[in-house]
């Protein structure tokens, strides 16, 4: 592997593992404050709202300046948000403009893959980005439910600035203080991103031209016998996990009575059983064969009504984590298959747009009926039932279209699965 890819994953590490932490700092934030619990539940799908929004255009700016230059200051983006938290901010605006940094974020830390490495080392590559993004999942939500903890805080809370007064004084704002340090680490590992020959395109200034080509690259995807299915299979597991982060930290506060440092933990167990999962998949998982995970799916929808009975942590640890695992097991080969006919479709840029875009909606659309249920009143147990329920029936749903697909496009599908197939054989 070249220098310039060691720095983008340790750029890329630091400043998700900032993400994931504050996300926890966030949620205990709001909760000290005495915020609705429906408020806690919406920052999960206020980070998601500017992914969704900027969509089309994301893909277009990281594409018109140099990658590491766009890292740059998307990073100092996400510290804006950070600072907006600390000095008085609502927490859900704050966390929308740490979203709206992460947004131009992702198709710059991809695109410099492809500008930077041969197609040969393309899924090693995003083997390891993937590896290094559950890895600072785990991490982040771990480090933001410790710097909240009655380890550190304390710490944190009595370092005295002579000449400044921070205004800090409860350990969820100390918390944040110290994460806009690791957003600052990020943000010179971005400076050192070497400049690839790779030329730029100019910025089509036109938002409707932007919107049109976007629109007909979605499209495409949709249509697609494989893509369609490969997309709403990552979309849904998306949409899910990125809810199930706050739905575990609920239910542990519910089930086992955990506060949110505790909790956190939780959070990462799931993380753990991902990344197990995705490793063993891309171990033993064919291209060719990524649809035959579909059960799974369900199985997994089943298995989250399960957490309902749950009320002993020594049954939840390893019941969490293998619910990550399956999760794990399902998404690596449908992401494979996604990019495989995303790049044959439309190039791979605009493909990871499209699919930034249908997740980051479905965990938008999901997070916002999550907030609305507890708005109204309704308990953990009662969301964690309903969530179930919508995977594991969807997932069947899109089992059947599958299948569907098979008997009346047979041809089709299986000219797709040879391409798959022979694509496989040559990396």
Wanted: glycine share 10%.
């Amino acid at each position: 592997m070249k220098k310039g890819f060691f720095t983008i994953m340790a750029a890329q590490f630091f400043s998700s593992l900032a993400d994931n932490a504050l996300f926890v700092a966030a949620v205990e934030l709001l909760k000290s404050g005495g915020a609705p619990e429906w408020q806690r539940a919406a920052l999960v799908p206020m980070f998601a709202l500017f992914y969704v929004v900027l969509a089309p255009f994301v893909g277009a700016f990281a594409d018109a300046w140099p990658k590491g230059k766009v890292m740059f200051l998307s990073n100092s983006i996400k510290v804006v948000g950070c600072l907006m938290m600390l000095f008085g901010s609502h927490p859900l605006i704050a966390y929308a403009v740490v979203g709206l940094g992460a947004a131009a974020y992702s198709p710059a830390k991809y695109g410099i893959l492809t500008e930077l490495l041969p197609p040969s080392q393309l899924v090693k590559a995003n083997g390891w980005i993937e590896g290094l993004t559950i890895a600072s999942i785990i991490l982040g939500v771990v480090l933001g439910g410790q710097l909240m903890g009655p380890l550190i805080a304390p710490h944190l809370l009595g370092l005295d600035f002579p000449m400044l007064d921070t205004g800090v004084g409860t350990p969820p704002e100390a918390a944040i203080a110290t994460l806009v340090l690791l957003y600052v680490v990020a943000a010179g590992f971005n400076l050192r991103i070497p400049r690839t020959s790779t030329a730029l395109q100019p910025f089509e200034g036109n938002p409707i031209e932007l919107v049109r080509d976007f629109a007909d690259c979605n499209r495409r995807l949709w249509r697609d016998k494989l893509g369609q299915i490969s997309l709403a299979t990552t979309t849904l597991f998306w949409g899910v996990s990125g809810n199930l982060r706050y739905i575990v930290l609920a239910w542990a506060a519910v089930a086992l009575g955990y506060d949110t440092t505790k909790a956190s933990s939780l959070v990462g167990v799931v993380a753990i059983g991902t990344a197990v999962g995705a490793v063993v998949a891309s171990v033993k998982m064919k291209l060719d064969r990524a649809t035959a995970v579909i059960p799974l799916g369900v199985a997994m929808g089943v298995l989250v009504l399960g957490m309902n009975f749950l009320r002993d942590v020594g049954i939840a640890v390893p019941f969490l984590i293998i619910l990550g695992g399956l999760g794990g097991f399902l998404v690596v080969p449908m992401n494979a298959l996604l990019q495989h006919r995303g790049h044959n479709l439309m190039g791979a840029g605009r493909s990871i747009a499209v699919q930034n875009f249908n997740e980051q909606a479905c965990i938008l659309l999901l997070g916002l009926g999550y907030s609305a249920l507890t708005n109204s009143g309704l308990s953990a147990y009662g969301a964690i039932t309903a969530f179930g329920l919508v995977v594991a029936s969807a997932m069947f749903l899109i089992g059947r279209w599958h299948r569907r697909n098979t008997v009346h496009h047979r041809a089709e599908v299986d000219h797709l699965l040879a391409i798959a197939r022979s694509d496989a054989h040559h990396h």
